[in-house]
């Protein structure tokens, strides 16, 4: 049974820094995309970044690109979101999500197999 559990998220000043974790158990990760999304209150959910497990290929929302880090341990069985320079229009629950391999970026939540439980995070001041 594949289960995804989040954390790191919270309460940060806009400009600030948050690190979230995602651990993956009951699968080998070696042929699966791996992806980070947000979703704020009365809106759709969005994709922020994706990673391919195998080759580490990443590919981010515009509006993230140059702040935000998709990374992996695939020690840990853990992909990170390294979140720089926050804003407020950055609030909102992070969902990390899985699927099989894709070629194309899987941006659609309809694409994904498996979520997490999600970690809110919020930029106030």
């Known amino acids: 049974q594949v289960q995804l559990v989040e954390s790191g998220g919270g309460l940060v000043q806009p400009g600030g820094s948050l690190t979230l974790s995602c651990r993956v158990s009951g699968r080998p990760l070696s042929s699966y995309v791996m992806a980070w999304f947000r979703q704020a209150p009365g809106m759709e959910r969005k994709f922020v970044a994706i990673?391919?497990?195998?080759?580490?290929?990443?590919y981010y929302l515009d509006s993230v690109k140059g702040r935000f880090t998709i990374s992996r341990d695939t020690a840990k069985n853990t992909v990170y979101l390294q979140m720089n320079s926050l804003k407020p229009e950055d609030t909102g629950a992070y969902y990390c999500a899985l699927k099989t391999d894709a070629v194309v970026p899987p941006t659609r939540p309809s694409e994904y197999d498996y979520w997490g439980q999600g970690t809110q995070v919020t930029v106030s001041s």
């Open positions: 990673l391919w497990w195998g080759n580490g290929g990443v």
